[in-house]
């Protein structure tokens, strides 16, 4: 059996991406992560960084499936790509700071309350942010193709997290301050459902601006219109006894559970037959 170089350099340059990434997000915050996991155990810092590293691999894996160019040229261009992606997501955290939750501090709640409910929250908006970027990746774009479409797939997102905020009996920020957990879940399924819809957009091949801006506003008119649609059927068709906005508030992870549930299963139904 041939001695699998390839394989194994792929790999280990994983492991280094991966060691990276967890520097980098140390080194960009105010307070030292090993500190409050280790001494501190904060589980709702461990949940957020958790969705970093998971959304680091999917875009690794997806710079991976580009045309082969020869093993050396593959790993630098891997590893290029990589440390865009690695700048994508921290610029995601501050995103989630001043836009998507700009009514509290989420460092606050993160480190000073170990706020988990934000915790959750903060891993599916890294989630999110890695299924955009690896599909402007996977795209076989340019540096610039995957930084404008990021930017264009965040404004989706902050769309999104409006709409949810209006359609919904709650305030969200409020309930997240208040430790709800079924209004984080129900929340985190939603961005990720998006970020689902939104990778399909990007996934393909890049033939012209025209052409891939195009196919990415019409998923992301479906994710708008469509998701908001199957909130109401959650609550109308599959759980009629039960007011999902009224249980969410009240506490219910339950039903958010099958909420979310069922919002990303749409999503992917959606990547897979559209």
């Not at 980098?24 to 960084?49: G, P, V």
């Not at 700048?87 to 501090?105: Q, S």
């Not at 170990?114 to 540096?143: D, M, R, T």
Request: overall charge neutral.
């Amino acid at each position: 059996m041939d001695f699998p170089l390839a394989e194994l350099s792929y790999f280990g340059l994983f492991l280094v991406v991966l060691f990276v990434a967890k520097w980098l997000y140390n080194a960009t915050t105010s307070y030292n992560t090993f500190t409050e996991i280790e001494q501190n155990k904060n589980l709702a810092l461990a949940t957020s960084i958790s969705g970093f590293l998971i959304a680091v691999t999917m875009m690794y894996v997806a710079v991976l499936q580009g045309p082969s160019k020869g093993l050396l040229t593959d790993l630098m261009n891997v590893s290029l790509y990589s440390l865009v992606g690695l700048g994508l997501l921290v610029i995601t955290r501050v995103i989630n700071d001043k836009l998507l939750l700009p009514k509290f501090c989420n460092t606050t709640q993160l480190i000073t309350h170990q706020n988990l409910p934000v915790g959750v929250a903060q891993f599916a908006s890294y989630i999110s942010a890695g299924l955009i970027i690896a599909g402007a990746l996977k795209g076989e774009g340019s540096f610039a193709s995957a930084i404008v479409f990021y930017v264009l797939a965040q404004l989706v997102l902050l769309v999104a997290s409006r709409l949810y905020d209006a359609l919904t009996q709650f305030d969200l920020h409020q309930e997240l301050q208040n430790n709800n957990m079924a209004a984080a879940v129900s929340f985190a399924a939603t961005k990720i459902a998006t970020g689902i819809i939104l990778f399909h957009a990007l996934r393909g091949a890049f033939e012209s601006w025209s052409h891939s801006i195009t196919l990415f506003f019409i998923d992301a008119a479906i994710a708008l219109v469509l998701l908001p649609v199957v909130r109401l059927l959650t609550d109308l068709v599959l759980m009629p006894g039960v007011r999902v906005n009224k249980a969410i508030a009240q506490g219910n992870t339950a039903v958010s559970l099958i909420e979310a549930s069922v919002a990303v299963s749409v999503a992917v139904a959606i990547f897979y037959t559209l």
